[in-house]
């Protein structure tokens, strides 16, 4: 038996995944059913099997896991600790399963985290535990002393509530020459014990007979019944009722009312009176069928007697006995098969429901188990789920009329914290029947949410010279997240360049406060950057720029760049350093006289700056613009003037309060700075200022150094006239070559300008080089000797050359009795060196 049970268990393991193959696909795996083989009449306590191993779970994996069981009744519990199977209640399969040829008991265990559902099937196998039984305790038989050897008597069969080998029945007849005992196998598979006649009967001999049956099942150990066969030996009953079908078969619908008629079994016997009256009874039976159905003796019609459940069985098989007035019996078997109705509406249960659950869940996370049955067949048991309600769900069917309840898009805790849905069950019957369960899953929230600034950017105006501590402005962000995961504090992130000293925040508020005073014209604007984070793990945050504008308070005054830095606001210590002007005496009304230049580092009104002359010998002579601090003079200048003037005049901003400044300017008035020397002299001889003297060292400096440029440009344009144009320049003069063709030579190449003897070397192939613009020359003659100029052209002496010598070729000279001197030359020459092709380059440098 344990060898058995343990091949059975290898077998069921064999058709389970791998356990590494579980983890890996939890989906696949749940299709899957985990199947053990138990024999019945286990005790309590006793192992089926490794459940936790066997869907690949390690023993440290369970305590997260939470395997437990979700069925209805508990044959079974699971091992927190070891993940085991046992049993937890006397199984006996005849009362589980009755007559059914299989038995099993199915059950879905559950695991969280995440949430997961298996199908495990504990088949219980028949032990032989029970034995073979008659109805009744003696079989009456009443036989003609006249009935032929070989007449058959049926007999009652046995029954066993055992299946298979051990419900297998054999039956012995004890000895006794006059019978026999045949088994006849019926259609279904059963068999029928008949007592066989073997010779002819004598009552006066022996009037009765009494034989055991006995009733052999097929287990291991064999387990057996018996029942006492009376024989009587009558005189004239020869003819058994005999029944006009061996099998008897009806199909009716369940939840028939009681009494309604099932059917009717006829049996006739051939003899005559009491012997030929027959009566109708139930054969071996069980008391179930006995509850449920009725027959009546006399007509044979069989009846409900109880209510008909398919649900509970669909189908009984039961034996009647027909007996006539003489003892005889008939036997026929009945088969009723029942009809099935919807009248079970589908049974929801909820085996398991994660909730919370976190909103980050990805999409076709489980959140709930829910089994569905219903114990109605065919379609009035086929079953469809759905979910009722908004909400991001959706329902998944598995196997074994399981259904997974998934995410069907992103859950949002934001936007809803609570889902209340209905899972409906319909199934398809005629009438539907359907039945409801409502789930309610709540969400955890996650930190998905980054805090909000309420702006994006912030401005804030700050005074200058504010103190230090002072708020500059509060920022404010939200978090749609809960708890710790929407609690956000404040922190600085950066900033403009050298801003992070100025500011500072306060971590819960997300006020900003001054560190320091400010001052615009060291700092007019800077922006830093604010960072909101969430308490989350892992923290989310954000950033928005707050950017401070610094406001100008007038804290500056005016500042003179010209004239004279040094000339400030007092104007006594500043007269001696003041420069000077030179306004011509001829000069009109309007001539300007300088500009004073001054800044102020405020802005806005308070760097709105307007001038004035407040101190003049003369107020009537000059102006200043009231915005463009030019002064100007306000008539013509005349003689009576003084020649020295001290004006002084007020930059004045427009703040509240004004601030202002005083420039001094001096103005000699003079036509040329000659004139106006003997003034500055004067003033030299007082009081003369670094400035002044530095100026005039500057100026003197600068005229003689223009002096000696000039004089070193004249001296070097006399020397150049003096030497005369380059010999190279006379060489490249006009008329190098001839016009018509023929070879030319420098016009002044005579014995008066040359007093030198040259030899004259002709070389054939330079000409061609050095003219690019001549056709391509002929094949090199022969070379030429190296002759004297003189004998080249003749030897004839030249006279002296006429100023018309210079012109070009083919005019007459000037001179009538002048002698030419190259034609000679070229006669000679020509038959050597054709010259009128090849002009010779310019190679008579003059020789000193």
Not at 133 to 139: D, P
Not at 238 to 243: E, S, T
Not at 301 to 319: C, H, I, M, N, Q
Request: net charge negative; proline share 8%; aromatic share 6%.
């Amino acid at each position: 038996m344990a060898g058995r049970q343990r091949q059975s268990r290898r077998r069921a393991a064999g058709r389970v995944l791998l356990p590494a193959l579980l983890l890996c696909l939890w989906c696949r795996a749940a299709a899957e059913r985990i199947r053990y083989a138990i024999p019945e009449e286990l005790g309590r306590g006793s192992l089926v099997g490794p459940l936790a191993r066997d869907l690949g779970l390690s023993p440290a994996d369970l305590p997260a896991r939470k395997l437990r069981l979700g069925a209805e009744k508990q044959y079974f519990s699971v091992s927190g600790e070891s993940g085991n199977l046992y049993v937890s209640e006397r199984l006996d399969r005849e009362e589980m399963c009755g007559e059914s040829a299989s038995c099993s008991v199915s059950f879905e265990a559950l695991v969280q985290n995440p949430l997961n559902v298996f199908h495990v099937e504990v088949a219980i196998q028949d032990v032989n535990d029970n034995s073979p039984a008659f109805s009744k305790a003696a079989l009456d038989l009443e036989i003609t002393e006249w009935t032929l050897p070989g007449a058959r008597f049926p007999l009652e069969m046995a029954r066993d509530a055992d299946v298979g080998s051990n419900s297998l029945l054999t039956y012995q007849l004890t000895s006794n020459p006059s019978f026999a005992l045949a088994v006849r196998e019926s259609p279904d598979g059963s068999k029928q014990p008949e007592l066989v006649l073997e010779r002819a009967l004598d009552r006066e001999k022996q009037s009765s007979f009494v034989l055991v049956l006995t009733a052999v099942d097929g287990g291991d150990p064999v387990r057996s019944g018996t029942v006492q066969v009376r024989v009587n030996v009558t005189d004239a009953n020869d003819n058994a009722p005999v029944f006009g079908k061996s099998v008897y078969e009806a199909r009716v619908r369940e939840n028939l009312p009681a009494g309604s008629l099932v059917l009717r079994v006829r049996a006739t016997d051939a003899d005559a009176g009491s012997n030929g009256r027959v009566s109708y009874s139930f054969g071996n039976v069980a008391d179930g069928v006995r509850a449920l159905f009725a027959v009546d003796s006399n007509s044979g019609e069989v009846r409900t007697a109880g209510p008909l459940d398919f649900e509970e069985k669909s189908k009984y098989s039961f034996s009647l006995e027909a007996r006539d007035g003489g003892g005889l019996t008939g036997h026929c078997k009945v088969q009723i098969d029942l009809l099935d109705e919807n009248d079970n509406a589908p049974e929801i249960t909820v085996l398991s429901v994660s909730s919370p659950v976190p909103e980050d869940a990805p999409t076709g996370t489980v959140v709930a188990l829910v089994k569905v049955r219903d114990p109605d067949s065919g379609e009035n048991g086929q079953v469809s789920c759905e979910l009722s309600g908004e909400a991001p769900l959706s329902i998944v069917a598995s196997s074994g009329g399981s259904y997974k309840v998934v995410t069907a898009s992103a859950l949002d805790r934001e936007l809803a914290a609570e889902h209340r849905v209905t899972v409906v069950a319909r199934d398809r019957g005629s009438p539907a029947l359907s039945s409801r369960a409502a789930l309610v899953l709540e969400v955890s929230d996650v930190n998905d949410n980054a805090p909000v600034f309420e702006e994006a950017a912030y401005s804030a105006y700050v005074a200058e010279n504010n103190a230090a501590g002072a708020p500059v402005v509060r920022v404010r962000a939200r978090d749609a997240d809960a708890g710790a995961n929407g609690r956000v504090s404040y922190w600085l992130a950066g900033g403009s360049a050298g801003a992070s000293p100025y500011v500072s925040v306060e971590a819960e508020t997300g006020a900003l406060f001054a560190q320091r005073s400010f001052d615009y014209e060291q700092c007019r604007e800077f922006a830093v950057a604010v960072r909101a984070q969430d308490g989350g793990s892992p923290a989310r945050s954000s950033t928005a720029t707050v950017r401070v504008f610094v406001l100008d308070r007038n804290d500056n005054a005016p500042r003179v760049l010209w004239p004279a830095a040094g000339a400030g606001a007092g104007a006594g210590a500043g007269a001696g350093a003041a420069p000077f002007e030179v306004v011509p005496r001829s000069a009109e009304a309007g001539y300007l006289v300088a500009k004073v230049v001054a800044v102020d580092a405020d802005a806005g009104r308070n760097a709105w700056l307007s001038y004035e002359l407040v101190q003049a010998p003369e107020p009537a002579l000059f102006r200043v613009g009231l915005h463009s601090g030019e002064v100007r003079t306000a008539r013509a200048v005349s003689e009576r003037d003084a020649a020295k003037q001290r004006l002084v005049a007020v930059v004045k901003d427009h703040g509240q309060p004004a601030l202002s400044a005083t420039a001094t300017l001096h103005v000699v008035l003079a036509e040329s700075l000659q004139e106006a020397l003997p003034e500055l002299s004067e003033r030299a001889a007082g009081a003369d200022s670094p400035a002044e003297l530095q100026f005039y060292l500057v100026l003197a400096l600068a005229l003689l150094s223009a002096l000696f440029l000039l004089s070193v440009a004249l001296a070097a344009v006399a020397r150049v006239r003096r030497a005369g144009p380059p010999a190279v320049l006379r060489c490249l003069g006009a008329q190098r070559f001839s016009v018509a063709g023929a070879a030319a030579f420098p016009a002044d190449f005579c014995e008066g300008t040359l007093p030198y003897s040259y030899n004259l070397c002709v070389a054939p192939g330079r000409a061609a080089a050095e003219g690019p613009w001549l056709p391509p020359p002929p094949p090199p003659p022969p070379p030429l000797p190296s002759l004297p100029a003189e004998e080249l052209l003749g030897g004839e002496p030249c006279g002296k050359r006429s100023p018309s010598s210079s012109a070009g070729a083919g005019e007459p000279p000037a001179d009538p009795g002048a002698t030419q001197v190259c034609k000679p030359a070229l006669s000679r020459c020509s038959p050597r060196a054709p010259l009128n092709r090849r002009p010779f380059p310019p190679v008579f440098p003059r020789v000193a």
